[in-house]
């Protein structure tokens, strides 16, 4: 009889399971090779991690070749057990691993993938290659959202949030990872060339246009710096031509003269050997240069026997060196995919409040799975109410049966107005005629309904049709259309689009996904990826939309899709964007009443905010307080709360002196992953906003065997129970997720500190240094 694998693990001894269907596992440093491989790889820092087998052979062949190393070398097979999260929880504690190699073909549990992959990649890399890029087959969706948001987008989305960096093809993997694994990153996408021959620089341009980089503008300084440096033939721009006689000097003059630019975020330079080339000597002088900037510079040595000195000394100086321009300019853009990955990671949004009232019971009342029985999609006045309630405006429609009511409510709107099909089963309305615009009158909108009609009858002779809507109409000139969209993945959960909208919204395919929850800086960094970004801006006279009310439209249906995982499918289209109003002009949403309202959010890649948590007290002396989850928002107030803060206070929180003022610093503390962190503040009501009074803060192990508590309190507000009620709250978080020990360090000379352990019931241990380690056992289920 087969076994569960919880009846297999105890029968192990809870000895974890790699497999099967694998290759095995492999760790040079113990000489260990439980696998099928017939040889040991070098010793290095790289985690490689496969999905495929077959694949690790290949790789450990290619690997000994290139004098690769690795710090471990596994093969996940099916999984049933030990997956990719496990795996990367464990290389992120390992000393000798500098960065992790994925092979990837698909993922089960994505939210324990993207924790594990977000905590590993706040501070080394993560480069993976996805196969699978095109199934053969997919089911094809009705909405506009089905159609435009493939499996592969979803996860290369889903790369990103994580601040992994994915490539295209498997050989680029290692020199990806040789790349990311100097550190050195771009802060932007702009590319200096320097080329001794006008062909492959214009190669070099070619590959950055494709790959949407930016060919770096140089400044009137800089062309009359190297009309000083060059011959008078030289290219005059960028990419920089110094000619085909160019010396080892004349190379170095150069690249010195573009790496000073301020637009230049990265240099490439390459080098075609000619009569008069010095591969040898013009490598010295890049290494020369490398160790003076912090910018990247990658080399393109084009050639045999006679460039391979050269390369050399490049890889030695640790330059990275590519044997055609195009590798290397694909390469650079890989640095800037992952550069603006962690960016996004780390970047503070602004702290947009938004009041939502009442909409959210409004919401769940209107998708009562007592109302809709079964899957079904809304009709657009349903659609919009749904809108409404997350405060996303829009054009609101009035049902009409026949022409008089048409007419009637044509009236009593105001002219112009459009009339739509009213059809549950006619999806694309303009398709089957549904749509009628700016109609100015009575006369127009009677023959527009009779016209409607009949039209949606040729096109879909089965379709129940209701009759139409009529509603006011938008003038959509000067302004931009725009495509709001949700989805549910079966892997990833509920997906959020942003695009360019209207009846060429497939056609165009401008668009990019998110995952909810979003904030105001990942959602402009949605925005900011768009080819119609410019046109959000005002381009060549046109008005520059309401960017503040996009993004809070933006962040609603954020909410909404957080809120209600009935909703499988929406979209919204044409979002007409101008700079008076952003409003929705039609939507369309497919309920799904059996995924069903759930704590758990289990529709979600990502744990939300944790509302549940937020609750009010009062303190001692009776100052009111909120106690709350932190937010990426609250950098500045947790800055100031630190400033608050005496140094042996600070001294006492974090046992060292650092300097705490810097935007690195806070990223550590404010922006967490509230799967496995929570940092509980104290917040009060001020005269000029709010301030933080303390924070208590958890965060757990992987598999919540057991969480690292501690807390901190303004000197202001010590001695009045903070400190208290903070980690009496954070202990019943603790033990409602699940934990089975709550662990803390503080010193022996702390004396509030461990008064407080001991009326918590905290046992505790004297180590070394004056290092104090205390515990407490909890009581799983205790309500947070």
């Known amino acids: 009889m087969q076994r569960s694998l919880q009846e297999t693990l105890a029968r192990c001894g809870g000895m974890r399971l790699l497999g099967p269907n694998c290759l095995g596992v492999i760790v040079p440093s113990l000489n260990l090779n439980a696998s099928f491989a ?20 290949s790789v450990l062949d290619w690997a000994a070749e290139q004098s690769i190393g690795f710090s471990g ?30 092979y990837l073909e698909s993922v089960t549990d994505a939210r324990s993938f993207l924790t594990a992959s977000r905590a590993f990649a706040r501070s080394k890399p993560i480069i993976v290659y996805k196969a699978g890029r095109h199934p053969r087959a997919a089911a094809a969706a009705a909405s506009h959202t089905g159609a435009m948001v493939s499996e592969d987008s979803v996860y290369d989305a889903a790369f990103a949030r994580a601040g992994m960096v994915r490539v295209d093809h498997i050989g680029d993997v290692f020199d990806c990872v040789e790349l990311i694994g100097r550190r050195r990153l771009p802060t932007g996408p702009g ?73 230049v975020d990265a240099l490439l330079v390459i080098l075609t050997p000619q009569g008069m080339t010095q591969p040898g000597r013009v490598a010295r002088a890049l290494a020369r240069l490398a160790e003076g900037t912090r910018k990247p510079i990658l080399a393109s040595w084009m050639g045999g026997e006679s460039v391979r000195e050269g390369s050399r000394i490049l890889t030695e100086a640790g330059i990275a060196t590519y044997d055609t321009p195009e590798r290397a300019v694909s390469a650079f853009m890989t640095l800037v995919r992952y550069s603006s990955n962690l960016a996004s990671l780390n970047q503070t949004p602004r702290d947009i409040r938004l009041d939502l009232g009442t909409g959210r ?26 809108l409404d309630c997350y405060g996303i405006p829009s054009t609101r429609p009035v049902a009409a049966r026949d022409e008089e009511s048409a007419v009637a409510a044509a009236e009593r709107m105001g002219y112009p107005v459009v009339l739509k099909l009213d059809s549950p089963d006619v999806t694309h309305k303009t398709e089957a005629g549904g749509v009628r615009l700016d109609l ?35 003038r959509t000139s000067p302004g931009v259309e725009m495509i709001l969209g949700i989805k549910r993945d079966p892997v990833f959960g509920s997906v959020l689009m942003v695009g360019a909208g209207g009846i060429t919204a497939e056609i165009s395919a401008d668009r990019v996904l998110g995952f909810p929850p979003l904030n105001e800086s990942l959602v402009m960094r949605m925005l900011d990826s768009l080819r119609i970004r410019p046109l959000l801006e005002g381009f060549r006279g046109r008005p520059r939309v309401d960017l503040d009310a996009l993004v809070r439209v933006v962040l609603r249906l954020s909410y909404l899709a957080s809120d209600l995982p009935e909703v499988v499918e929406l979209d919204v289209n044409p979002l007409f964007c101008s700079p008076r109003e952003v409003i929705a002009l039609d939507a369309r949403v497919v309920v799904d009443p059996s995924s069903g309202p759930t704590r758990s959010y289990a529709h979600l890649a990502l744990r939300p905010y944790p509302t549940e948590l937020v609750t009010r007290e009062t303190l001692k002396d009776g100052t ?56 509980l503040v104290a917040e009060r009501d001020v005269a000029d906003g709010r301030e933080l009074l303390g924070v208590g803060r958890l965060v757990s192990d992987p598999d919540l065997d057991s969480v690292e508590y501690a ?53 505790w241990s004297h180590g070394e240094e004056g290092v104090v380690e205390v515990w407490k056992d909890l009581p799983t289920g205790a309500p947070g």
């Open 191 to 263: 590319l200096g060339i320097v080329t001794n021959a006008g062909g492959p620089g214009v190669m070099a341009l070619d590959a950055l246009m494709e790959h949407r980089g930016v060919c770096a503008e140089l400044s009137p300084g800089g062309i009359a710096a190297l009309d000083a440096a060059l011959p008078a033939f030289w290219s005059r721009g960028n990419p920089v031509d110094i000619l085909g006689d160019a010396t080892a000097k004349r190379f170095e003059k150069a690249c010195s003269i573009v790496l000073a630019e301020g637009s």
């Open 624 to 679: 009111p307080v909120r106690l709350r989850p932190i937010r990426p928002e609250d950098e500045p107030m947790w800055l100031e709360l630190l400033g608050r803060c005496s140094r042996e206070s600070i001294y006492s929180r974090f046992r060292h002196f650092y300097d705490w003022s810097t935007h690195e610093a806070a990223v550590r503390y404010c922006f967490i992953d509230y799967e496995r962190e929570i940092a």
């Open 361 to 386: 019971d409004r919401a769940a009342a209107l998708l009562d799975p007592g109302s809709t029985g079964v899957r079904r999609t809304l009709t657009e006045r349903e659609a919009k109410e749904l």
């Open 440 to 474: 100015a009158g009575s006369v127009q909108v009677a023959a527009a309904f009779r016209e409607t009609i009949e039209s949606a009858r040729r096109h879909a002779p089965g379709a129940l049709i209701h009759g139409v809507t009529v509603q006011r109409m938008v």
């Open 73 to 102: 070398f596994v093969s996940v097979g099916n999984a049933i057990d030990v997956g990719f999260s496990d795996l990367i929880d464990y290389f992120g504690e390992d000393e000798s691993t500098g960065s992790i190699v994925l």
């Open 38 to 57: 017939g040889s040991m790889p070098a010793g290095g820092s790289i985690a490689f991690i496969s999905q495929s087998g077959a694949l690790c052979t």
């Open 711 to 763: 807390v901190l309190v303004g000197d202001p507000w010590q001695n009045i129970g903070l400190g208290s009620l903070l980690t009496e709250r954070c202990e019943a978080i603790a033990a409602s997720r699940g934990a089975r020990r709550i662990v803390a360090q503080t010193t022996a000379d702390n004396a509030r500190m461990m008064r407080l352990f001991r009326d918590r019931g905290f046992e």
